[in-house]
């Protein structure tokens, strides 16, 4: 079993800032790829931000220059800073990790249960 556990939503004004942190647990040999997803009111789930094990990051256009993703190897976490909020950045937040367990067990995609995030205008 593995567990996504994510943090740091709530509701901040426009301008504001605020971190988010996942912490994956559970039995796994290692995570490869991790990421931030975000769900709006009424919309479909989509990409923020990406990292692989090596450090490789990509962004959804609309967050480029506002939102840093990082993660700790060691302590099996993804982080996502987010600054210059605004409006249209409210949704649930939801992280995803590619776990890993090892020959001859197939890598899969475990999801945390999300965090939801709130800008006031």
């Known amino acids: 079993q593995v567990q996504l556990v994510e943090s740091g939503g709530g509701l901040v004004q426009a301008g504001g800032s605020l971190r988010l942190s996942c912490v994956a647990s559970?039995?796994?040999?290692?995570?490869?790829?991790m990421g931030w997803y975000r769900q709006p009111p009424g919309n479909q789930r989509e990409l923020v931000a990406g990292?692989?094990?090596?450090?490789?990051?990509n962004y959804a256009d609309s967050v480029k220059g506002r939102f840093t993703i990082s993660r700790d190897n060691a302590k099996n976490t993804v982080y996502l800073q987010m600054n210059s909020l605004k409006p249209e950045d409210t949704a649930v937040y939801y992280c995803?990790?590619?776990?890993?367990?090892?020959?001859?067990?197939?890598?899969?995609?475990?999801w945390g249960q999300g965090t939801q995030v709130t800008v006031s205008s």
């Open positions: 995803k990790a590619e776990i890993s367990r090892g020959y001859p067990y197939k890598d899969f995609d475990s």
């Open positions: 559970g039995m796994f040999y290692s995570i490869n790829d």
């Open positions: 990292i692989t094990r090596g450090g490789v990051i």
